[in-house]
């Protein structure tokens, strides 16, 4: 196991699934298990898998102005937010370049938690509370439990009153197997799909019961890579994996503006105070690549940093690639040039020793348009 600062209680039940715990965002985390990697995918996409996500930071943000400090802290008009809702937005630098992502969850007219990644938001945010009438708590002995797949709705339905009227993005406070939840109608697969957010102590319960009790609807325990499959097909970026800070830019110092990672549309309408709003709206239409998809030929997933050619110009980089037995297709993310980021140009991958022919191909793959996330009842 990677030294990690952070601890999920349910340690022990990875090691015994064949993980070895290696860190991300300082926690000991499931990248893999010893059952096979595109079984997990199958189970999220056909039927139900259960993921410890325990690593994303957890943050509650309370007082009278901590509405305020989101509101200029992210991209989102965050007032408009109602109580037991939530809302995917972005945190930009002063130069209008990305350094997180996050959901923020309005648990009360004064009271916010944000969940986020391995960007520098916390830091943004512990500073924008000194001298403010807010305070900032990292909470981590709240543990994600992220139920995800058509099946999730069914099985949680037997156990909480409600589930089913649970809308995209809304959230609820609740008990399972008698523990006190908080359970999201989010996730980071495409599918329709539950975060639970529950105490450490409890975590162990709830994951061994979900498994044992779900067993006979086909839920299984998924590793932290299965999400490469499934975001590849969903258009789910991951920081750094997809960035400049993964893929340096020849000439211009690290970050990535909205424009280029295709999450312009986190910024609400009309909206312009917002940390690096000037920046960002100057930096339209001066993209310097797009991110877009690519459908590959062959059963072979492109290798993350593989470039990508049109003849002998080289003309984007892949960031995640992946293949499904589900759908029989290799397909890829890739920060394309601009003339590029368009369907149906033919490219070659060099991946490795291997040339993997294959076509420029529009967001996402699956679901385009978002309908089994979304689904109502």
Sequence with gaps: MTTSWRSSTLADRHRALGSALENWNGMGTAWSYDSNLQDHHVAVRTRAGLMDVSGLKKVHLVGPHATAILDYATSRNVSKVQPGRSVYATALNDDGKFIDDCLLYRTGPNSWMV??????????????????????????????????????????????????????????????FGAPVMISRTGYTGERGYEIFCKGTDAPLIWDTILADGKADGIVPVCFTALDLLRVESYLLFYPYDNSE???????????????????????????????????????????????????????????????????????????????????????????DVPYAVPGRSIVVRSGDESLPGVTHQLPFDDPEKKKRTVKG
């Design 115 to 176: 969940v986020h990644g391995a960007g520098t938001l916390h830091e943004m945010l512990a500073q924008a509370v000194v001298g403010r009438n807010a305070a900032m708590l990292f909470d981590d002995d709240l543990h994600d439990l992220s139920l995800q797949g058509p099946v999730a709705v069914d099985f949680l339905a037997r156990h909480v009153p409600g589930i089913r009227q649970l809308n995209y993005f809304s959230h609820m406070q609740t008990t399972l």
């Design 246 to 336: 993964m893929y340096p830019f020849e000439q211009d110092l690290a970050g990535d503006t909205l424009w280029e990672l295709g999450l312009d549309f986190t910024v609400s309408p009309g909206k312009t105070h917002f940390r690096g709003a000037p920046a960002h709206y100057a930096l339209k239409g001066r993209e310097r690549f797009k991110i877009f998809g690519l459908l590959l030929e062959g059963m072979t997933a492109a290798e993350a940093g593989a470039g990508v050619y049109d003849g002998e110009q080289r003309v984007g980089t892949v960031t995640c690639g992946m293949v499904s037995t589900l759908t029989g297709r290799s397909m890829a993310l890739a920060r394309m």
